[in-house]
């Protein structure tokens, strides 16, 4: 079946600091990948996505591109804010046109941003 | 912000008691889906809706029912509540039933 795999949290950073979580998949063909943010108290929200191979998703300064060769899809930003700090999730639903909506999430890393 | 509520916010109750939340929309989207997250997990859908009296079960669908008898309410059951139920549950709720999933504050459900 489908999966995702996300690298073990928390991650702690200083502000302006660079950002990477990594994010792998399993899955048959060519899925739709995501990255929801969830803040405090909050439920979550769609960061940014790519629907194929070689595609980058960008929102918010936060960037990722869809690596069918590696099959991951990796969560970055240059400069990171304390407003940034969050749990981040990264998601897929599988190709083709009836996933209805379906998403299989990762565990979700939590990030910690300090002034 | 997506009009979804759920209700409650917080509810605590005793093994062996049914449970029912409530995930309302003002959306009017065709697709809801009921999400459960639990540490190290991540979110792993329950059930979900395709419409009216239209619903199919997720990856975790054993002690859980739904109904939906309008578009704008998703209920989720516990028939008979078990302390590995205890969670925080999420609804949420799609147009298109494609890519972009928008999502409620979230029920803490605990059972003891």
């Known amino acids: 079946g489908n999966s995702v795999t996300q690298m073990e949290g928390p991650v702690t950073l200083s502000e302006e600091a660079f950002l990477t979580i990594n994010c792998t998949y399993t899955?048959?063909?060519?899925?739709?990948l995501f990255w929801y943010v969830q803040y405090p108290g909050e439920g979550l929200q769609l960061l940014l996505k790519?629907?194929?191979?070689?595609d980058k998703g960008s929102n918010k300064g936060f960037e990722a591109t869809y690596r069918k060769e590696t099959t991951s899809f990796h969560l970055e930003k240059g400069s990171v804010q304390v407003s940034d700090s969050a749990v981040y999730f990264c998601?897929?639903?599988?190709?083709?046109?009836?996933?209805?909506?379906?998403?299989?999430f990762g565990q979700g890393t939590i990030l910690t941003v300090h002034p | 912000d997506a009009g979804i509520t759920q209700s409650p916010r917080h509810k605590v109750t005793e093994t062996g008691t049914p449970v029912t939340l409530r995930c309302h929309q003002t959306?009017?989207?065709?697709?809801m889906y009921w999400y459960r997250q639990d540490p190290g997990h991540g979110l792993r859908l329950i059930h979900y809706?395709?419409?009216?009296?239209?619903?199919d079960k997720g990856e975790v669908s054993d002690g859980y029912s739904v109904s939906r008898s309008k578009t704008e309410d998703f209920l989720l059951t516990l028939e008979s509540a078990t302390s590995s139920q205890t969670s925080v549950y999420f609804c949420?709720?799609?147009?298109?039933?494609?890519?972009?999933?928008?999502f409620g504050s979230g029920t803490q459900l605990s059972v003891l």
């Open positions: 949420a709720i799609s147009d298109q039933g494609n890519e972009k999933l928008f």
């Open positions: 899955a048959t063909g060519y899925p739709s």
């Open positions: 790519a629907t194929k191979a070689d």
């Open positions: 998601a897929l639903t599988p190709a083709g046109g009836t996933s209805y909506g379906k998403l299989t």
């Open positions: 959306e009017n989207h065709r697709y």
């Open positions: 809706s395709y419409g009216v009296k239209d619903t």
